[in-house]
């Protein structure tokens, strides 16, 4: 797949929020804050769609409301309603006739690649809907509103909820494969004979890359839980010849000996100093040589609107000490881990990749 060049997408991005700042400068305040409002009736009812499944059921051809509701078993009126609401802001689409097709946008709703159904699941579900509504405590208090609104950390109650739990691994596989092509287009990663995921989870990123350079070996580092579908997904890309699975906590050492070190999405997790004693085990674990490579949103230090500043409250309510973090933060992080960063490398898509390098 062909991909826009980064300059050419921050030129529309641009010029994009250019004219949307024009139009809101032309009509009352209070009349933009009611419009940016109304999306709060609009994401409960992308989650039900998503619940529902009904993208799958529109993939071979248009239904009408009753053929769907008979499908779904739900109520044709309120179905309807769900449908031509979202379908007024251009997700799905209804024909003259009165039936529901996909559209570009509907089709993120399928469960193949590309798809954001389980992200949808997940962030607009119930647990996260009600720590959300919780989000004042995180603010008054500096704690994260997880523990307060069920009584533990979140990777704790994931392991206590198993259904919870394996929907929020397909919703960081569905991110995963959203932002895969924007990564594989900006590295090079053909250079390194041997590539260390910590933190990798089941291996997606890790797999995918050493599918595509077959010089390229790699080892896959994380907890036991989250590596339990890795074998049959290095299977899948057919690396496992040149793939190796350690488990273990990467807070207490990382047994791995690597040319480049990827952290994709862990740093926004923890806290400073948890986030400085994790990248120590790295530097640790690295040769002189070597490169670490962070994959993580970067925080624009201007006003520009940035997906990055919005995910930022998800981990304010979620992760105890999680944030997304400027550039200069970035900076400051590593330098007292032992690092300084040698670039950090735009992509098309919200993440960027921190390159860095052992001081001296």
Not at 161 to 184: R, T, V, W, Y
Request: proline share 5%; glycine share 6%; hydrophobic share 45%.
């Amino acid at each position: 797949m062909t991909l826009p060049p980064v300059w050419l997408v921050k030129t529309i991005n641009a010029f994009r929020t250019s004219l949307l700042q024009l139009n809101r400068k032309l009509f009352p305040g209070n009349v933009v804050l009611y419009e940016q409002f109304q999306y709060f009736w609009m994401l409960p009812s992308l989650y039900v769609a998503a619940k529902f499944d009904i993208a799958s059921h529109l993939k071979e051809q248009p239904l009408s409301v009753d053929e769907i509701a008979k499908k779904i078993n739900a109520d044709p009126a309120n179905i309807h309603r769900i449908l031509r609401a979202l379908s007024s802001q251009g997700i799905f689409r209804q024909t003259r006739d009165g039936r529901f097709a996909l559209n570009k946008m509907a089709k993120g709703l399928l469960n193949e690649p590309g798809s954001l159904r389980f992200m949808i699941l997940h962030h607009l579900g119930p647990v996260n809907w009600n720590l959300m509504s919780n989000l004042e405590f995180a603010v008054r208090t500096g704690q994260d509103a997880f523990n307060d609104a069920y009584g533990e950390a979140i990777y704790a109650y994931l392991k206590n909820h198993p259904d919870e739990n394996a929907l929020f691994d397909k919703s960081m596989s569905n991110l995963s494969d959203l932002g895969l092509g924007p990564i594989l287009h900006a590295y090079d990663f053909s250079k390194f004979k041997m590539i260390a995921d910590v933190g990798g989870g089941e291996g997606f990123l890790l797999f995918n890359i050493l599918h595509q350079n077959s010089g390229c070996r790699g080892i896959l580092f994380d907890t036991s839980r989250a590596v339990a579908n890795a074998p049959q997904l290095a299977l899948r890309y057919q690396v496992e010849n040149r793939t190796q699975i350690l488990t273990g906590d990467f807070f207490d050492s990382i047994p791995a000996h690597a040319n480049l070190f990827m952290m994709k999405n862990i740093i926004h997790n923890w806290c400073d100093d948890a986030c400085v004693e994790l990248l120590k085990k790295v530097h640790q674990a690295m040769d002189p040589n070597g490169l670490l490579l962070i994959i993580e949103m970067v925080v624009p230090a201007d006003n520009a609107p940035s997906l990055a500043k919005l995910l930022d409250i998800q981990m304010m309510a979620t992760m105890s000490g999680g944030k997304e973090r400027t550039a200069a933060e970035f900076h400051r992080l590593l330098e007292r881990a032992g690092f300084c960063i040698t670039r950090i490398i735009p992509t098309i898509a919200p993440i960027s990749l921190i390159e860095a390098k052992k001081n001296g």
